[in-house]
């Protein structure tokens, strides 16, 4: 199960990051032409001045060709030229918010701007043809754990514990489950003080992937909430060890960072 | 025959004109890439220079700031002192600078847009406050990427809510 659905994301990451199928457009049309400038766009180097004339040649032909807008966005807003990357991306958007939204959130979440990140979630999963296992561009988490880490992020816990729970079961099988998935479900339980659940989620994260150092952190915290202070100082050591472990596993995108200073603030105290 | 070498000058100068004209067009809208910071006298300090002008790496993962986001963030606020009047300020400073070979920075550019991410004009004292922090921080490292030391293009964003830093 797990192998078919690997290879339908990858197949469905391949089709919505591409140009689209060419043939669709009539022939001899300027979306056609579009199309097929759109196919030789990747041999050139991303934000350099050749690619974005290329960008502006595809869109002249073709306006109305969202691809080309989000494309031309990436480069500036990885470089923190955010005002020109949102408004391409917003018409990349405007014209097709099905293909486009997601990345907008993702790039929301990104400059830590939550609220925005939910509006754009909360509308795409509300499209009638909304892809239910969209992925962030990294591909390391399901965009409904980025909700989920967003709700918690401007405090409402209870809504960001129900996005990733519900993300969870829409799994078919357990193989499917993410490699941070409960460690993020854990973390929103241990912000909501709820340390029995945060427990339980956590240590399901130690069966799948036992190697995110904060995992552990929280681990100590859960029980620390729960009043029991030694078993929150092993799991603290532990956050320790593991943090110093140089193929420890690096949770991207994870929301609620932990740092070594935080570890060591509950050893020492 | 003075007259058609006349003509045949004109004909020959507007030519060269109109090509050159074209090829500034495309060629001024964008630098060799998207930001690329040039060297303006009345925004940047002339001290500050590229070991290799020709090659500043886009990669913003291998400029790191000495013990990390954590630090970072508590040299920046550790500096901050707020004033009744950013008190209605709420948005983001999207900070764009470089950092040499040598671990300076310099070519600092900003956006501020407000909590919709719209363009906006922030309180000018608070600008100016956080831009000379942020010039103000000297831990960072350059990129040492394939076993070479380059210079590099970084950026932060300074997320403000009633004119409090907030942390990441």
Known sequence: ?269 | MKWQNLILCIVFFSLIFVSCNTNDKSKQKYLADIGDTIFNPSLDDAKFKFCDSSNVLHKRAYVKYTGGTKILENDIISQYKIKPEYRTFNGYFIVRFAVNCNDETGRFRWEVVNADFEETTPPKGLEKHIIDILKGLNKWNHPFYNKKDYDGYTYIIVKIENGNIVRS
């Open chain 1, 1 to 269: 199960m797990k192998k078919t659905l690997i290879t339908l994301l990858v197949f469905y990451t391949s089709i919505s990051f591409s140009q689209g199928n060419c043939l669709l457009y009539p022939e001899g049309s300027n979306e056609r032409k579009a199309c097929r400038l759109a196919q030789t766009t990747s041999e050139l180097k991303q934000g350099s001045r050749e690619s974005q004339i290329r960008f502006d040649s595809i869109i002249k032909l073709n306006p109305n060709y969202a691809w080309a807008y989000f494309e031309k966005s990436v480069a500036y807003l990885k470089r923190g030229l955010v005002i020109e990357g949102f408004k391409l991306l917003n018409k990349a958007v405007e014209l097709d918010a099905r293909s486009h939204l997601t990345y907008r959130a993702y790039w929301y979440f990104q400059n830590r701007n939550y609220k925005m990140c939910i509006n754009d979630l909360e509308r795409y999963y509300a499209l009638p043809k909304a892809y239910m296992f969209e992925l962030t561009p990294g591909g390391e988490k399901d965009m409904r754990i980025i909700l989920g880490l967003s709700y918690a992020k401007i405090g409402q816990f209870y809504k960001g514990i129900d996005a990733i729970t519900n993300c969870i079961n829409s799994y078919d099988s357990e193989d499917d489950i993410g490699f941070t998935d409960y460690h993020s479900l854990g973390v929103l339980y241990v912000l909501n003080e709820q340390y029995d659940l945060a427990i339980e989620a956590l240590k399901k994260q130690l069966l799948i992937n036992k190697d995110i150092s904060d995992t552990y952190y929280y681990l100590g915290l859960a029980y620390k909430g729960k009043g029991n202070v030694n078993e929150a100082n092993i799991w603290f050591n532990d956050a320790l060890l593991k943090f110093k472990d140089p193929y420890r596993f690096v949770n991207i995108n994870a929301g609620f960072r932990v740092y070594e200073s935080d570890i060591l603030k509950e050893i020492n105290n």
